[in-house]
């Protein structure tokens, strides 16, 4: 064991310090060149955006044990990089996750994609750190309205202190009756994280303030009515 004094790598994650600006940056470049390599896709086209917005994914009666267990193990791969550095992969890697049970040839291109675009993108890092504006908690929310093939919709939040340090994308449980109800339900799920980190804070004899951020007119209405509501 070598002791580096400054750690560099770790798991698959370059770090970056910068004690001037009290930051800390993190790439995770060469584990991206490596997913490309593994799977053929290291001189692909690179794509602007990570999902095809033209394109509905639906379960396959397909069974292929070859593609499920390749299938399976790039959404691994995936799913490490997107909890670690990559925001930006949230919703596409939770969308292709659905279905690992019976990927299909449509799904196999979906994640393909993925591919286009971190090759375009593999050189984008994750900074945290620097100075926090009177201790502020910002956390943004929005959904995708019944988008899903089940007819659920995905929540997506994030959650901003000193930089981003909170990010999630996941399928409601319920199914949301209107635009409203689902923005609603990713609201509810920014506002209990921020709650976390709150109370964390305080333990640190800070007090920040909790902003909450949606565009949705008919969810903020809910949220200041005191009055009990229906399904909320």
Request: proline share 3%.
């Amino acid at each position: 064991m070598e002791d580096m004094i400054q750690v560099q790598f770790i798991l698959g994650i370059k770090i970056n310090r910068n004690r001037s600006r009290k930051t800390i940056t993190l790439s995770q470049q060469l584990y991206i060149d490596k997913i490309l390599k593994e799977f053929g896709m290291e001189n692909c086209k690179p794509v602007t955006t990570p999902m095809d917005p033209g394109v509905r994914l639906v379960l396959s009666d397909e069974t292929n044990q070859d593609t499920i267990f390749c299938y399976q193990k790039a959404i691994g791969l995936l799913n490490y990089l997107t909890s670690c550095s990559r925001p930006d992969l949230a919703y596409a890697t939770s969308v292709l996750s659905q279905f690992l049970d019976k990927p299909s040839s449509c799904h196999v291109s979906a994640f393909k994609r993925i591919l286009q675009y971190l090759q375009g993108t593999k050189n984008y890092e994750l900074t945290l750190g620097g100075t926090i504006k009177n201790s502020e908690i910002i956390g943004y929310s929005d959904s995708h309205w019944g988008s899903n093939y089940d007819g659920r919709s995905f929540s997506g939040y994030g959650v901003l202190c000193g930089g981003l340090i909170i990010w999630k994308t996941k399928k409601q449980p319920i199914v949301a009756l209107s635009t409203t109800e689902a923005e609603l339900c990713a609201l509810t799920e920014v506002t209990q994280d921020t709650l976390w980190i709150k109370k964390l804070l305080y333990s640190f004899n800070l007090e920040p303030s909790i902003y909450l951020k949606c565009d949705n007119q008919g969810a903020i209405a809910l949220c200041l009515n005191p009055l009990y509501q229906h399904r909320t």
